[in-house]
């Protein structure tokens, strides 16, 4: 296992992170009995980082995890979690207020049985609170030793650069890192996210690396998925975001590719998320034992520079304006016999 420190903080990570928005989740995940066995196995392996919500499983997925952490030791874990999503009916019990932040802070302290969160995540942006009262309210939560770092997941560019100028009035530091979907076939993020991180000091932790599992090649050959499978059950999203006739035929090539270098292709999808500039540690998530074995590989592979080259060039993000008008103008106005790059 390899570990970096994450974003502009000196708190290391496993580059690869165990998601459990599988544990406790009956129609598409595993029971407490196998999630317990995946926890076990990803710190046998050497992995510290560990990322759940107060969401997944209806925060089922924390108290899971809160009792198998009572077996390990928690000083040597890295434990985030996130706030956001409705709690509640009542209308307070969601966003990014300070008194749905706190008090989603303590919920979530109390079902993962420990006294501190390590990094404590917005899952989304609220549009409707000033993002000076939310960082307030985080640097209250880290201030109280409550809460070791901030992170947020999903925001705009331009907001991550908002907040984390927020987060330097209310006394923290920074924010340490952003939570963001990036995989082989959505990469979306290197438009405007993942330059906003970079210049701003944020470390990338990506999600669904694997696309749902989609990236596993499980799907091969198959015109739709198996009933009952993830892509069965969450079908209305997962289908138009991952499954088309070009996705496919990457799957076939990489395929190929896992076979020439005897691995397979989890980790080759793996590896070339940990290859990407930026990105610190990938989330994987997993619903049996089986599926971590080369997850936890995947931080020892280094592909080829032919491999690295030709899935970079396969299904690039379309950059758009004003990149496109920058590549023309920007090479008229600063030519490279011209300005020296200090
Ligand atoms: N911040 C956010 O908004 C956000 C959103 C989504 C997720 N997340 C985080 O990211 C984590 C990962 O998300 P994800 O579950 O979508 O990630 P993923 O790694 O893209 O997909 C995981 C799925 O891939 C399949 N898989 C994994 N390893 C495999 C293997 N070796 N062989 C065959 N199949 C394999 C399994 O599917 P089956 O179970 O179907 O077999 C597994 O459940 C979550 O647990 C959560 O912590 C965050």
């Avoid at 409550?146 to 991550?160: C, D, E, I, P």
Wanted: glycine share 8%; proline share 5%; net charge negative.
């Amino acid at each position: 296992m390899k570990y970096q420190q994450l974003g502009r903080s000196g708190l290391l990570v496993s580059r690869t992170c165990l998601g459990t928005m599988t544990f406790g989740n009956d129609a598409w995940g595993c029971d407490a009995a196998e999630s317990k066995k995946l926890t076990d196995a990803f710190v046998a392996g050497g992995g510290n980082f560990i990322d759940t919500a107060d969401l997944y499983a209806n925060t089922v997925s924390e108290s899971i995890l809160g009792d198998v952490l009572q077996d390990h030791d928690r000083d040597a874990l890295v434990v985030a979690t996130k706030c956001w999503f409705p709690q509640a009916e009542e209308p307070n019990a969601r966003g990014l207020s300070r008194r749905h932040i706190i008090s989603a802070c303590e919920a979530s302290l109390r079902r993962l049985k420990t006294d501190y969160i390590d990094l404590y995540q917005f899952h989304g942006p609220d549009p409707y609170t000033p993002i000076d009262e939310s960082l307030a309210a985080m640097s209250d939560l880290i201030s109280s030793g409550k809460v070791r770092y901030a992170g947020l997941s999903n925001f705009h560019g331009w907001q991550v650069v908002q907040a984390n100028e927020a987060a330097k009035r209310a006394g923290i530091t920074t924010l340490i890192s952003g939570q963001y979907l990036f995989n082989l076939l959505r990469r979306d993020i290197e438009r405007d996210i993942l330059p906003a991180c970079r210049s701003e000091g944020l470390g990338v932790i990506c999600w669904s690396p694997l696309a749902s599992g989609f990236l596993s090649g499980k799907y091969r050959g198959l015109d739709k998925p198996p009933e009952g499978s993830r892509f069965d059950q969450m079908g209305k999203v997962l289908l138009p975001r991952f499954w088309n006739i070009k996705t496919v035929a990457l799957v076939e090539r990489m395929a190929a590719m896992a076979d020439e270098l005897g691995e397979s292709i989890v980790a080759v999808a793996l590896a070339w998320c940990m290859a990407q500039p930026g990105i610190t540690s990938v989330i994987a998530g997993a619903s049996k034992l089986s599926h971590l074995e080369p997850q936890l590989r995947a931080t020892d592979i280094t592909l080829p520079e032919a491999m690295l080259t030709e899935l970079n060039a396969t299904l690039p993000c379309d950059m758009g304006y004003p990149h496109d008008w920058y590549q023309v103008a920007g090479a008229m106005t600063f030519p490279a016999d011209h300005i020296r790059v200090p």
